[in-house]
């Protein structure tokens, strides 16, 4: 399939999808609602409990605090004033900020600190991906407003991983079961800027401003999450202003297309605000599944020529991507390292698995090894529409080379439950973000919740988690860039992440909603910060 062709199925399909909308003139925004933000999303905010992870990271963002925050100038205060750190790296003492309340009126303090971060650590196995969860040892309280954490031995990313969405957020001891919340809570109630207010599942979930909230009430009054599936659907939605509010949600995906967001700005009822790149998306692939041609590298390094990330970018997504080359942009920290380029060129595919004796009978024909083809699955995010074109893309261009991919599309959900479990070939994925790494991305290539399973059946697997566990807990630089360099080559060489594109967040807003900007993650949106003209 040649580009142009490509290009005009896509143009096809995008033209009929937008016939089917209203036309400019009916495109609307609510009248009654300027107080109010409606957006679509394409599921259910489900359990908002914030020390599990089935919840979405956008709502749990708005209602639940941390110690501290991460933002581009680095960590600043949040729940926590001010804090020190002991000269051997290991005890970290935090000054919390007076007169802050749960929703529920529970007040904050040290001893709410204590009780949520141990619940936390009771249930420590459904978080052996963030790291921090094994160094810490200690939770004390000093007094009313003073609490000290004490670690095991140093770990640099502390602050950083205290920082994010989940699982160290605070929510009113109150709302615990028996002391804990590993299964299951009596309610959501946070410390941040909203509320949640009602919530019927699958259909919407409705969230009020904190009129008591300690950085000042929201001017943004009420925020209500509709579950509409992605597409024309969404489209039309924005168009008879039943939703006025779209963005990239916590799995990469827009909930309409590039040319549909254009038609929208075009209307000049709504406006289009792009992050800068926040991530990679990439596809995973399972070295550790030895049934699987997956599990030899010839193989992967075949997958990663064959994919035409230039068109992927520029027919796919508009240019609003910009095509990957390596699991981290360089303008990630420790990234910035010079790896071997692999680029589109399926005859260097070609050599790769005839070198590894994977031989076709003639040209068009799956190869085949040892009596068995080379075929695989490919799995993909069900509502992601640009995930299923990229999907059938590069279904057709590894069938040029002598491959066949099987696609299967199924829940977000679902394909996260195949990670863990390893029950994959190749899936959709994309690395935790711009906040988040290499250190989060990189402690979960050991994690049996993330991407042990695909780093598991390298050669160098061993040494390689020796690594990541030295890296962490490296208090000289230099040692902890040469340590990243050495992880981030490994993986690259062995091709077990193959990058597609590094993604951003966009938001598809109301004109004359002012103060829309992004965090330091993709998961969520400062709605605290916004406000109608």
């Known amino acids: 399939m040649s580009n142009t062709t490509v290009r005009r199925l896509f143009a096809a399909f995008f033209a009929i999808a937008l016939l089917s909308g209203c036309s400019e003139s009916d495109i609307s925004t609510p009248s009654d609602q300027v107080h109010e933000l409606v957006y679509a999303t394409a599921k259910d905010i489900n359990d908002m409990n914030p020390h599990l992870y089935p919840g979405s990271m956008a709502a749990q963002g708005i209602v639940y605090e941390s110690l501290v925050e ?3 100038d680095g960590i600043k205060p949040l729940l926590a004033e001010s804090w020190d750190i002991s000269d051997d790296g290991k005890v970290y003492t935090f000054h919390l900020r007076k007169g802050v309340s749960f929703h529920d009126g529970t007040p904050f303090n040290a001893d709410a600190v204590k009780q949520n971060i141990e619940a936390v650590q009771r249930n420590a196995s459904k978080h052996t991906w963030i790291k921090l969860s094994s160094k810490l040892k200690d939770v004390s309280i000093i007094d009313e407003h003073t609490v000290q954490l004490t670690l095991a031995e140093p770990y640099y990313p502390t602050l950083l991983e205290l ?3 989940r699982p160290y ?20 109630n946070g410390t941040g800027p909203y509320k949640l207010a009602e919530h019927v599942t699958d259909q919407y979930a409705r969230f009020q401003a904190n009129e008591s909230y300690w950085g000042g009430s929201p001017k943004v009054k009420q925020i209500t999450a509709k579950v509409l599936p992605s597409g024309e659907t969404t489209l039309l939605a924005l ?20 040319d549909a967001m254009n038609r929208l700005t075009a209307s000049g009822k709504y406006k289009l605000v792009r992050s800068e790149p926040m991530n990679t998306k990439m596809i995973v692939a399972n070295s550790s599944k030895s049934d699987s041609p997956v599990s030899e590298k010839a193989v992967r390094e075949a997958i990663w020529h064959s994919i035409d990330r230039t068109t992927i970018s520029q027919t796919i997504f508009s240019g609003t991507e910009a095509a990957a080359e390596t699991l981290f942009s360089s303008n990630v920290a420790y990234a910035n390292i010079p790896l071997k380029k692999r680029g589109y060129d399926p005859e260097a595919a070609k050599r790769l698995l005839e070198q590894a004796g994977w031989i076709a009978a003639k040209d068009g024909e799956v190869r085949m090894k040892g009596g068995h083809p080379l075929t695989m699955k490919l799995y993909y995010d069900a509502n992601s529409s640009s995930q299923k074109t990229q999907a059938e893309l590069i279904q057709n261009e590894v069938s040029k080379i002598g491959m066949k991919l099987e696609l299967i599309g199924e829940e977000s959900s679902s394909i996260a439950n195949r990670r863990s479990k390893g029950d994959y070939d190749l899936l959709f994925n994309q690395s935790w973000g711009l906040a988040y790494d290499p250190q989060s991305t990189i402690a979960a290539f050991a994690s049996e919740s993330s991407y042990l399973h695909a780093t598991s059946g390298i050669s160098s697997a061993k040494e390689l988690y020796q690594k990541i566990d030295e890296v962490m807990v490296a208090k000289d630089e230099k040692t902890r860039q040469a340590l990243y360099a050495d992880i981030l080559t490994s993986v690259h060489n062995e091709a077990v992440f193959i990058p597609l594109t590094n993604g951003s967040i966009t938001v598809v807003a109301p004109t004359h909603l002012q103060g829309v900007s992004f965090k330091q993650t993709q998961f969520e949106l400062p709605f605290e910060r916004m406000h109608f003209e």
């Open 239 to 258: 168009q008879k202003g039943e939703v006025n509010f779209v963005f990239t949600d916590d799995r990469g995906t827009d909930s309409i297309d590039v």
């Open 70 to 72: 991460n933002t581009k």
């Open 163 to 165: 920082s994010m969405t």
């Open 169 to 188: 957020v605070f929510l009113s001891p109150n709302d615990f079961q028996n002391g804990e919340t590993k299964d299951g809570v009596k309610g959501f």
